[in-house]
């Protein structure tokens, strides 16, 4: 069933396209190394980053620093805690026989605490090759790890979710039972409360032992993935995982023992505390900032990047996460401005631990740790995306606007090829170009082409600022397509709807168009479907992959004929509509031709056609023959014939007044050929006419009329 729209299509000229990069969004789309990204879309060097030589593992799961710069990495699957100096030099320090090690703690006497899982257990390590378990909840997840100033330890637990206390003794007890899978995090706000977020269902709690629990804030997410606070009492939450619904929730504190006394202090030395890895179909996730009522507002959002860690810089008075599966770690005011302070090679930013002005990043997908510094780097890159130009297409010029200080530079090449992912059959990177007014690009012909960007700083105290880049480009012409072609039934067309001035919509006031202005204007009007006896119409779809301009040229020819005859020439819709009573009864064809001449100079336009399938044109009426009526013991006994020049006969009716039209099947059954016969008994009654009425309508609609009295 078709519904017709007219539309008045934007005319295209003959002109090559622009691919420009200009904005944050458009430069996230490419691969950056050493690069960081500005709220304002700039892209300049990025902090200095230094990698520091730890064994090789799966995965890097776990860290904590000392006061005096060493650090302990847990990781997974292989159960290993190692100990890396002050100088960077890594060694086995514990292994413990569960897979992975998920949270660390340092208390002040160099006391290393470490949460396993799975069959969670809480080992303590007071030397290397020395340490037992300190405490068994009988879980299977040990998430967080948080130590008290009074030597008390929290741990976050799952899957039965909740938050065990464990005095000094190693002696636990649960102090929140939650009735979700998972407490994941947690996080002193000050004396005596404590935050946790779960996993399940992302829910931020706020708790004191002995004390009923809180919802603080509820997250349509399935898991509170980190969080920290600021000097003012925010809170600031990362979430991701599926989407959920709220839903009433009953949450039910442990009580303590009566004898349990618990002062609440926080101490510096906490490691990080991470999740499964999700599945990389989807990354929802959210950042939020929540005010001490629990009043929420979202910062930051992503279907793309994943969150994994989070942590507040009181310095720079931003939020720093880090985030999977492209390896990215943002920065993000208060008020939601979003800069890219650094993409790596590997796929998640498991672990940020500020330490001074440091920060030490565990990194996943391969596993890595490095360090930040405030610093610059001296130099850095940016591959841009695959740009697609859907057909062989020959390059213009590339120009880009920059600030570029003394001692800094700026270097830009290009490569083409043929298929979407770069591979040796690509081109080689052109040499760089020089002249950011525009320089013609050097890569041959092809239907892909990327560019990259070297950044250099001979200083480290100066970076280039990159603001935009464009390039341009001619697609090779492609010669149209014709998508669809359908007949309509005959006798039924489309009223075109009435002209309209067109008026520029949301102006003060109503400005009409010049004509050449109406002609870049796109509208859309629904017509009207109505019958109209010796029509037949003719509708049909078609495109250009350069997005040229197209009309069609219409011809017509019989099916006894071999000349194609031209209806018309030009033509810019795509319905047409001819008067079927100007041409003989009989099977035509007719030839649809889409040219692309208004886009491309005389002698380079190409075209393409399409046939429709038969049109029968019958405009003559069905008939009667051999008609016979004799009445018979006060029955009419009814025979005859009906026939048709070119169509099909479709439906017969009788009538006999004062009854009502009745339909007749042949003798054979079925009304199937151009002539049928048929054969009838009606039985009479005395209120009957003695006139019988034969309606005989054909396969194009035709109705004849045959009378006969008896």
């Given at each position: 069933?078709?519904?017709?729209?007219?539309?008045?299509?934007?005319?295209?000229?003959?002109?090559?396209?622009?691919?420009?990069?200009?904005?944050?969004?458009?430069?996230?789309?490419?691969?950056?190394?050493?690069?960081?990204?500005?709220?304002?879309?700039?892209?300049?060097?990025?902090?200095?980053?230094?990698?520091?030589?730890?064994?090789?593992?799966?995965?890097?799961?776990?860290?904590?620093?000392?006061?005096?710069?060493?650090?302990?990495?847990?990781?997974?699957?292989?159960?290993?805690?190692?100990?890396?100096?002050?100088?960077?030099?890594?060694?086995?320090?514990?292994?413990?026989?569960?897979?992975?090690?998920?949270?660390?703690?340092?208390?002040?006497?160099?006391?290393?605490?470490?949460?396993?899982?799975?069959?969670?257990?809480?080992?303590?390590?007071?030397?290397?090759?020395?340490?037992?378990?300190?405490?068994?909840?009988?879980?299977?997840?040990?998430?967080?790890?948080?130590?008290?100033?009074?030597?008390?330890?929290?741990?976050?637990?799952?899957?039965?979710?909740?938050?065990?206390?464990?005095?000094?003794?190693?002696?636990?007890?649960?102090?929140?039972?939650?009735?979700?899978?998972?407490?994941?995090?947690?996080?002193?706000?000050?004396?005596?409360?404590?935050?946790?977020?779960?996993?399940?269902?992302?829910?931020?709690?706020?708790?004191?032992?002995?004390?009923?629990?809180?919802?603080?804030?509820?997250?349509?997410?399935?898991?509170?993935?980190?969080?920290?606070?600021?000097?003012?009492?925010?809170?600031?939450?990362?979430?991701?995982?599926?989407?959920?619904?709220?839903?009433?929730?009953?949450?039910?504190?442990?009580?303590?023992?009566?004898?349990?006394?618990?002062?609440?202090?926080?101490?510096?030395?906490?490691?990080?505390?991470?999740?499964?890895?999700?599945?990389?179909?989807?990354?929802?996730?959210?950042?939020?900032?929540?005010?001490?009522?629990?009043?929420?507002?979202?910062?930051?959002?992503?279907?793309?990047?994943?969150?994994?860690?989070?942590?507040?810089?009181?310095?720079?008075?931003?939020?720093?996460?880090?985030?999977?599966?492209?390896?990215?770690?943002?920065?993000?005011?208060?008020?939601?401005?979003?800069?890219?302070?650094?993409?790596?090679?590997?796929?998640?930013?498991?672990?940020?631990?500020?330490?001074?002005?440091?920060?030490?990043?565990?990194?996943?997908?391969?596993?890595?740790?490095?360090?930040?510094?405030?610093?610059?780097?001296?130099?850095?890159?940016?591959?841009?995306?695959?740009?697609?130009?859907?057909?062989?297409?020959?390059?213009?010029?590339?120009?880009?606007?920059?600030?570029?200080?003394?001692?800094?530079?700026?270097?830009?090449?290009?490569?083409?090829?043929?298929?979407?992912?770069?591979?040796?059959?690509?081109?080689?990177?052109?040499?760089?170009?020089?002249?950011?007014?525009?320089?013609?690009?050097?890569?041959?012909?092809?239907?892909?082409?990327?560019?990259?960007?070297?950044?250099?700083?001979?200083?480290?105290?100066?970076?280039?600022?990159?603001?935009?880049?464009?390039?341009?480009?001619?697609?090779?012409?492609?010669?149209?397509?014709?998508?669809?072609?359908?007949?309509?039934?005959?006798?039924?067309?489309?009223?075109?709807?009435?002209?309209?001035?067109?008026?520029?919509?949301?102006?003060?006031?109503?400005?009409?168009?010049?004509?050449?202005?109406?002609?870049?204007?796109?509208?859309?009007?629904?017509?009207?479907?109505?019958?109209?006896?010796?029509?037949?119409?003719?509708?049909?779809?078609?495109?250009?992959?350069?997005?040229?301009?197209?009309?069609?040229?219409?011809?017509?020819?019989?099916?006894?004929?071999?000349?194609?005859?031209?209806?018309?020439?030009?033509?810019?819709?795509?319905?047409?509509?001819?008067?079927?009573?100007?041409?003989?009864?009989?099977?035509?064809?007719?030839?649809?031709?889409?040219?692309?001449?208004?886009?491309?100079?005389?002698?380079?336009?190409?075209?393409?056609?399409?046939?429709?399938?038969?049109?029968?044109?019958?405009?003559?009426?069905?008939?009667?023959?051999?008609?016979?009526?004799?009445?018979?013991?006060?029955?009419?006994?009814?025979?005859?014939?009906?026939?048709?020049?070119?169509?099909?006969?479709?439906?017969?009716?009788?009538?006999?007044?004062?009854?009502?039209?009745?339909?007749?099947?042949?003798?054979?059954?079925?009304?199937?050929?151009?002539?049928?016969?048929?054969?009838?008994?009606?039985?009479?009654?005395?209120?009957?006419?003695?006139?019988?009425?034969i309606k005989i309508i054909d396969g194009q609609g035709n109705i004849g009329v045959y009378r006969h009295t008896f």
């Open positions: 069933m078709w519904t017709i729209f007219l539309m008045v299509q934007l005319t295209l000229a003959v002109s090559p396209c622009r691919w420009e990069v200009r904005t944050k969004d458009e430069f996230l789309k490419g691969k950056l190394s050493g690069l960081s990204i500005s709220e304002e879309g700039f892209l300049s060097l990025a902090p200095r980053e230094e990698k520091i030589e730890a064994p090789s593992e799966e995965f890097y799961l776990s860290f904590v620093l000392s006061p005096q710069g060493e650090a302990f990495l847990g990781t997974g699957h292989g159960g290993k805690i190692y100990k890396i100096d002050s100088s960077g030099k890594a060694k086995l320090y514990f292994k413990v026989p569960e897979m992975d090690i998920y949270c660390l703690a340092l208390d002040n006497n160099g006391d290393l605490y470490v949460g396993t899982s799975p069959n969670g257990k809480i080992y303590k390590i007071t030397a290397e090759g020395k340490g037992d378990v300190f405490f068994n909840p009988q879980e299977k997840y040990i998430w967080d790890l948080l130590l008290l100033r009074d030597g008390h330890l929290l741990a976050a637990v799952g899957e039965s979710g909740g938050v065990y206390e464990i005095n000094k003794e190693g002696e636990g007890h649960l102090i929140l039972k939650a009735e979700q899978n998972h407490i994941l995090c947690l996080k002193m706000i000050k004396e005596g409360e404590i935050l946790a977020g779960s996993g399940g269902k992302g829910l931020l709690y706020k708790f004191s032992p002995g004390q009923k629990a809180s919802v603080l804030f509820e997250s349509p997410f399935e898991e509170i993935k980190d969080l920290d606070i600021d000097e003012d009492g925010n809170i600031y939450v990362g979430a991701g995982g599926k989407v959920t619904k709220p839903k009433t929730l009953e949450i039910t504190p442990a009580q303590p023992k009566p004898e349990t006394e618990v002062t609440i202090t926080v101490t510096p030395f906490t490691g990080v505390k991470k999740i499964p890895v999700l599945a990389k179909d989807k990354h929802p996730s959210a950042v939020y900032k929540v005010n001490p009522e629990g009043v929420a507002k979202k910062l930051w959002s992503s279907d793309q990047d994943l969150i994994y860690s989070l942590f507040w810089d009181s310095q720079e008075k931003k939020i720093i996460f880090g985030t999977g599966n492209k390896g990215r770690i943002f920065t993000l005011t208060k008020e939601g401005k979003l800069s890219l302070l650094l993409q790596k090679e590997s796929e998640q930013i498991y672990g940020l631990i500020p330490f001074g002005q440091k920060i030490y990043v565990l990194s996943n997908n391969p596993s890595s740790l490095t360090v930040l510094y405030p610093e610059q780097s001296f130099n850095g890159q940016y591959l841009s995306r695959v740009l697609d130009t859907k057909t062989i297409s020959s390059w213009g010029k590339i120009s880009w606007e920059a600030e570029v200080p003394p001692q800094s530079s700026l270097q830009f090449q290009t490569r083409s090829g043929n298929s979407y992912e770069p591979s040796q059959t690509w081109s080689d990177w052109s040499p760089p170009y020089q002249k950011k007014e525009g320089e013609q690009i050097l890569s041959p012909k092809g239907r892909y082409l990327q560019f990259k960007i070297i950044f250099k700083s001979q200083s480290g105290k100066v970076s280039p600022l990159l603001s935009k880049i464009s390039l341009f480009y001619l697609q090779s012409n492609l010669a149209p397509i014709i998508t669809k072609l359908e007949l309509l039934p005959p006798n039924q067309v489309f009223l075109k709807p009435p002209p309209q001035e067109e008026i520029i919509w949301g102006t003060e006031k109503e400005v009409s168009l010049t004509n050449q202005e109406q002609d870049k204007i796109k509208s859309v009007v629904i017509a009207k479907k109505v019958w109209r006896k010796g029509f037949q119409t003719v509708v049909w779809e078609a495109m250009d992959e350069n997005g040229d301009d197209v009309v069609f040229n219409l011809y017509l020819r019989r099916e006894d004929e071999k000349k194609w005859r031209m209806v018309k020439e030009g033509y810019r819709d795509k319905i047409y509509t001819f008067e079927t009573l100007s041409f003989p009864d009989g099977v035509y064809f007719l030839k649809i031709e889409a040219v692309d001449s208004p886009s491309n100079p005389q002698g380079m336009e190409l075209r393409t056609e399409k046939v429709s399938s038969p049109i029968v044109i019958d405009n003559s009426l069905p008939a009667v023959a051999n008609f016979q009526a004799i009445k018979n013991k006060g029955k009419l006994e009814v025979t005859f014939t009906t026939t048709d020049t070119t169509s099909f006969i479709k439906k017969v009716y009788y009538i006999i007044k004062p009854g009502n039209w009745q339909a007749v099947f042949p003798i054979d059954g079925l009304c199937d050929s151009k002539q049928e016969s048929f054969k009838l008994s009606i039985k009479l009654s005395k209120a009957m006419d003695n006139l019988i009425t």
